[in-house]
C-alpha cells in the first residue's frame, strides 16, 4: 500500500478556484492509477479525475473543462486544480491509489465547501 496525504480544501465563493494536492509516500510512477474522488453528504463517493496506466486522464462529466488533473513524478504528488467551483462541488475529496496487483490506497479526505 502507498500512504496518501492531501491538502488544499477550504472555503470558497462560487466561480472560484482551489488546487488540491496529494502527496504519496513513493514513487507514483509505477501505479496502476492515481486520482481524486469525492463524497457529498448522503451521496455516494464518485469519481472526479484520475490518471490510468500512466497518462491516461479520465474526468467525471460534471467536472470536465472546470477541473485538472496533473502530476509531479519527481515530487510523487497529484494535483487537482479545480475552478469555475460550483455549489454542488462541495464534498470531501478524497485521493486514490490503486497499484499494479490491484491494492487501493486512499488519503484522509479534505474538505472543499463552495458556498457565498
Known amino acids: 500500500q502507498v500512504q496518501l496525504v492531501e491538502s488544499g480544501g477550504g472555503l470558497v465563493q462560487p466561480g472560484g478556484s482551489l488546487r488540491l494536492s496529494c502527496a504519496a509516500s513513493?514513487?507514483?510512477?509505477?501505479?496502476?492509477?492515481m486520482g481524486w474522488y469525492r463524497q457529498a453528504p448522503g451521496k455516494q463517493r464518485e469519481l472526479v479525475a484520475t490518471?490510468?496506466?500512466?497518462?491516461?486522464?479520465n474526468y467525471a462529466d460534471s467536472v470536465k473543462g472546470r477541473f485538472t488533473i496533473s502530476r509531479d513524478n519527481a515530487k510523487n504528488t497529484v494535483y487537482l486544480q479545480m475552478n469555475s467551483l460550483k455549489p454542488e462541488d462541495t464534498a470531501v475529496y478524497y485521493c486514490?491509489?490503486?497499484?499494479?496487483?490491484?491494492?487501493?490506497?486512499w488519503g484522509q479526505g479534505t474538505q472543499v465547501t463552495v458556498s457565498s
Open positions: 486514490h491509489a490503486r497499484d499494479v496487483i490491484r491494492l487501493d490506497s
Open positions: 513513493r514513487s507514483i510512477f509505477s501505479l496502476y492509477s
Open positions: 490518471f490510468t496506466s500512466g497518462s491516461m486522464t
